[in-house]
């Protein structure tokens, strides 16, 4: 079936370290996305890659870039994790920019020690 | 920027009982979304609502849009156990932030005992 995958389900890293989350994709979508969800609140928008197109939300940290290197595959490198960055991180795709339904991977849940 | 409110924040029903969820915008919107999340699991999309419908169904779903008060409502009929869940609205803009920003509310969590 097509989807959107997501890999790990669960990371731990520590204070500091830097960790890649993964998302892949067979829906052959032009634009994937990266949220950040933290406990009980609503998913946050980190960016977004319309193809090659690299879009960043203005109050994204710094900390947080993206690699999407074919269509398939998209990554989330957090820099230097810090405790505040300890959430769920939802990764997303739609046919072409401003389209109307987003489809959506499991998660990764991210544990910064 | 947070967009839409869910209300009430949490709702417990006994099964076979109907839920109903409440989702306030402020801004103008393309369409409104809602979308189910299992506990640690991905977002689901339910159902899309334009903004120049007011009713939509989709099996035991009935959604509401109401433009004018910047509100929307979602309605789950016989409810059963396996739909506790939390469930989020999300607004597509109809004008002004990112292309295809999709802004979620903080979700109602939905608990449905057997």
């Known amino acids: 079936d097509a989807m959107v995958i997501q890999n790990p389900r669960y990371q731990v890293t520590q204070f500091g370290k830097p960790v890649t989350l993964s998302c892949s994709q067979t829906?052959?979508?032009?634009?994937m996305y990266w949220y950040q969800q933290k406990s009980s609140q609503a998913p946050k928008l980190l960016f977004h890659?319309?193809?090659?197109?690299?879009?960043n939300e203005a109050d994204t940290p710094d900390n947080f870039q993206s690699r999407r290197p074919n269509t398939s595959f998209c990554f989330l490198d957090i820099r230097s994790p810090g405790l505040g960055d300890a959430a769920m991180y939802l990764c997303?795709?739609?046919?072409?920019?401003?389209?109307?339904?987003?489809?959506f991977g499991p998660g990764t849940r991210l544990l910064v020690l | 920027s947070q967009q839409g409110e869910e209300d009430p924040q949490a709702l417990s029903i006994q099964e076979g009982e109907n839920a109903t969820m409440n989702c306030s915008y402020k801004?103008?919107?393309?369409?409104l979304q809602w979308y189910r999340q299992n506990s640690g699991r991905g977002l689901v999309h339910l159902i899309l609502?334009?903004?120049?419908?007011r009713e939509k169904h989709s099996g035991r779903l009935r959604v509401t849009l109401d433009t004018s008060k910047k509100s929307s409502s979602l309605l789950i009929t016989a409810s059963r156990a396996a739909d506790t869940a939390s469930y989020f609205c999300?607004?597509?803009?109809?004008?002004?932030?990112?292309?295809?920003?999709?802004?979620f509310g903080k979700g109602t969590k939905l608990s449905v005992k057997p």
């Open positions: 997303a795709t739609s046919t072409f920019l401003g389209a109307e339904t987003q489809y």
């Open positions: 829906l052959n979508h032009n634009v």
């Open positions: 890659y319309y193809d090659k197109d690299f879009n």
């Open positions: 801004t103008s919107i393309n369409n």
């Open positions: 609502i334009r903004s120049n419908e």
């Open positions: 999300a607004t597509h803009p109809g004008y002004g932030g990112s292309q295809g920003n999709l802004i």
